[in-house]
């Protein structure tokens, strides 16, 4: 069995490979040419030097052999590049690796969209499979790429391509390089987790994360979509748990709804002044006052999606930064 992976140098490409190597399957990953492998210490894997943006000919002559691919490469550190950007890797780079699938005959395709993709749920109710995304495209631009994206994957699946969605929620564990969701750990090691917005999200394990891949590769339905989550969390209570467990005292002062548009704007105006510099963006500000909590019914029933805790998940993540000098 031999496996295609986009994205295998990030963090959750880098923690598939680790749960493909651990299934006796070979991992194949497209890398660019400047990639880090830092996050494939360890790992076995083969590598082929190339771009989700290279044409679907050179894509597909890369796949050729394997079996499944695993589509996860995509722009997730949303709020450090342009827009234009994000949608022309996500959607553009997707419809890519896509065509190529297809060409190459695969057996099976797993596309790694997200949570984002779904939108925001209405008061008091949960998102689920069939949830839309109900945002405007500037309110949330990297879950309208990953929206947009879907759509793509099911005219390939028309088109005869046996392809598969998930959709992770926010994700902790080892292997996070670029603080893709783990700058919550390293800034309350900091001591930087001093407020907290009154919203909540759903937070899910990396390990957890793999095995959803590995099983909607499996015995996913082809054209469905399978949300892979763990806990529903306050920005409270979440944050609570990361201070235990990087032994720093707990955050003090809840940051009124009513606030947020004003700090939102103040954020957009720093971003013009400093750029990637400030770790997100004026519409994470604005979303963090929704409950953002999804149901994953269906990924535990139809994979058995194990539930690890939020907390494991933080305590994983942040044994990684220490032992890779990010708390130094």
Not at 16 to 22: D, S
Not at 126 to 146: A, I, V
Not at 239 to 245: A, F, G, P, S, T
Not at 289 to 304: P, Q, V, Y
Request: charged share 20%.
């Amino acid at each position: 069995m031999r496996a295609f992976v986009t994205g295998g140098t990030g963090f959750i490409g880098a923690n598939l490979v680790a749960g493909l190597n651990a299934r006796g399957i070979k991992a194949i990953i497209l890398r660019r040419e400047s990639s880090s492998l830092l996050a494939l210490d360890g790992l076995a894997y083969d590598s082929i030097v190339g771009d989700i943006l290279d044409s679907p000919l050179q894509l597909a002559e890369a796949m050729d052999g394997c079996d499944w691919v695993f589509h996860v490469a995509a722009v997730s550190d949303y709020w450090r590049q342009g827009t234009d950007w994000v949608y022309k890797v996500n959607v553009e780079g997707t419809k890519n690796i896509l065509v190529a699938a297809r060409a190459a005959q695969v057996q099976r395709f797993v596309f790694t969209s997200s949570l984002a993709a779904m939108g925001i749920p209405k008061r008091g109710q949960l998102l689920d499979e069939s949830s839309t995304f109900n945002l405007r495209p500037d309110q949330m631009p990297y879950g309208h790429s990953k929206h947009l994206a879907e759509i793509e994957v099911r005219r390939e699946v028309e088109r005869g391509l046996e392809a598969i969605i998930v959709n992770p929620s926010i994700v902790l564990g080892p292997r996070d390089l670029n603080l893709i969701s783990g700058s919550i750990i390293i800034e309350a090691a900091n001591g930087l987790a001093r407020v907290y917005p009154p919203g909540g999200v759903n937070y899910v394990s990396v390990e957890d994360v793999v095995t959803g891949h590995i099983s909607a590769a499996e015995k996913g339905c082809t054209g469905e979509r399978y949300i892979l989550a763990g806990e529903n969390l306050t920005h409270k209570r979440a944050l609570q748990i990361v201070c235990e467990v990087v032994g720093r005292k707990p955050p003090i002062i809840e940051l009124p709804k009513w606030t947020l548009p004003a700090i939102a704007t103040s954020i957009a105006a720093a971003r013009k002044l400093f750029g990637n510099k400030i770790p997100f963006d004026e519409n994470q500000v604005l979303a963090s006052g929704e409950f953002i909590f999804a149901d994953g019914s269906k990924a535990i029933h139809s994979f058995n999606l194990p539930q690890s805790s939020f907390r494991s998940a933080v305590q994983n993540a942040y044994d990684w930064y220490n032992n890779n000098g990010y708390l130094a």
